[in-house]
């Protein structure tokens, strides 16, 4: 189902908060970024290619969503949907059931938007909201009783004692879960409601900068991230260390001793070392412009660059960055879809594999870094130019051509890449 003509209003950029914008900030470069249109982009795609739909399942309030492989080599879904977390057997690809709809949170302030995120470690998925009603915090099932039911184990309430967050990520090597943190993490100290003042400040700071809906992202000084040891007893997470305080936290992907933090607000990214995940150390940052959101970062296969995602003002491109160990990293080149806003990005090895809101799914190749290559796009919905609806998410099922989409507008998609 489309957005109403309200929804799509609030999902949209204002061009005229835009000029508010642009009086405010100087988009020069800062630190390691720097818009620069001279940067390799490949060229515009024809819409639909390198990629088919396999099925789909309607929903509405659709967020994000993961993908989870059985020990026989069964691929199941979970998607955030209105209600809570739609869990979908893909056993027959062409046809997916309804294993269930696990009741969560519904409190959102946006209607229609519930920004659920998921990620999953062995047999057990840790699913998070920014709603603080029943079973709000770290929600946990268990998907052990597949394909026939799942079973929702309990929520935790996140170290802070504040049950919103709005990502998680999981180092499924490790078995440690990464949490998103709108405060900074001292336990019980700052309520969610900020003081008057600092709230409609920042309120007011995000309606120049968008009409984005409300979320629990916390101002360019506040936030931090959680790590959470889920290996020693899945149902029991045991809480280990926060770091990054004192800078909003929008997203982070951790691959076994470094996290990468996308720092909202704080318009910059960072990478950390957490082979001691009680004592996490800091080995770069860098800034983009000021007034971009830092919105989404993931890391290649072999740790030697990372595509990033500033989702406001929208319209901007994704980028890639080379590593440079303790400098900042080297910006190599930058891609979209059209006219389309980038949203989440994941790579597997070197193949990007990204959300594109109003494009749909689209699937990049970066065997080189510098020369990016778009080889599949496929559009999941009837929207066109860099409005904040359609695809929301994406999951690539490791080993094999298969990708889906979660679409705030219509729900879910497996798409089989073909390439080009």
């Known amino acids: 189902m489309l957005t109403s003509p309200s929804q799509r209003q609030r999902k949209t950029f204002s061009l005229g908060l835009f000029g508010i914008v642009l009086s405010l900030f100087a988009l020069s470069s800062c630190g390691g970024g720097g818009a620069d249109d001279t940067l390799p982009t490949p060229p515009p795609p024809s819409s639909d290619f390198g990629a088919k739909t396999i099925s789909t399942v309607a929903r509405t309030g659709v967020a994000g969503h993961w993908g989870y492989t059985a020990p026989d080599g069964n691929r199941y879904v979970l998607m955030g949907t209105a209600k809570g977390i739609l869990v979908l057997d893909l056993r027959d690809s062409a046809n997916p059931r309804v294993v269930d709809e696990i009741d969560g949170p519904t409190n959102t302030q946006a209607p229609g938007i519930y920004w659920r995120e998921m990620r999953v470690f062995g047999h057990y998925a840790y699913i998070v909201s920014e709603h603080t009603n029943v079973r709000g915090g770290i929600m946990i099932v268990d998907l052990s009783g597949l394909p026939n039911t799942v079973r ?29 943190r709108e405060q900074n993490g001292q336990h019980g100290s700052i309520p969610f409601a900020s003081s008057a003042i600092a709230k409609t400040k920042e309120l007011l700071t995000r309606k120049i900068q968008s009409e984005k809906p409300l979320e629990p992202i916390g101002p360019a000084n506040q936030g931090a991230v959680e790590i959470w040891d889920v290996k020693t007893d899945p149902e029991n997470p ?15 992907t951790a691959v076994g001793n470094f996290c990468y933090v996308a720092e909202g607000y704080a318009n910059s990214f960072s990478k950390w070392d957490v082979s001691d995940p009680k004592n996490p150390q800091l080995v770069v940052r860098w800034n983009v412009e000021p007034g971009h959101f830092s919105h989404a970062i993931w890391p290649s296969g072999d740790g030697t660059f990372a595509v990033t995602t500033e989702e406001l003002p929208v319209g901007l491109p994704a980028r890639v960055w080379q590593f440079n160990g303790t400098a900042p990293p080297t910006l190599l080149s930058s891609f979209r879809i059209g006219t389309g806003t980038p949203h989440n990005v994941i790579l597997e090895g070197r193949i990007a594999y990204l959300s594109h809101y109003s494009e749909g799914a689209a699937v990049v190749d970066l065997t080189n870094p510098a020369v990016p290559r778009v080889v599949a796009q496929k559009d999941t919905n009837g929207l066109n130019g860099p409005n904040l609806g359609g695809c929301w998410g994406v999951y690539k099922f490791p080993g094999v051509a298969l990708m889906s989409c979660s679409d705030i507008d219509t729900g879910f998609h497996l798409i089989e890449v073909t390439g080009k």
């Open 238 to 252: 045991i809480y280990v260390s926060t770091f990054n305080q004192n800078h909003s936290v929008h997203d982070m």
């Open 152 to 180: 929702y184990v309990k929520s935790v309430m996140p170290h802070d004692g504040e049950m919103p967050a709005h990502t998680v990520d999981i180092d499924t090597s490790r078995g440690l879960l990464y949490l998103q």
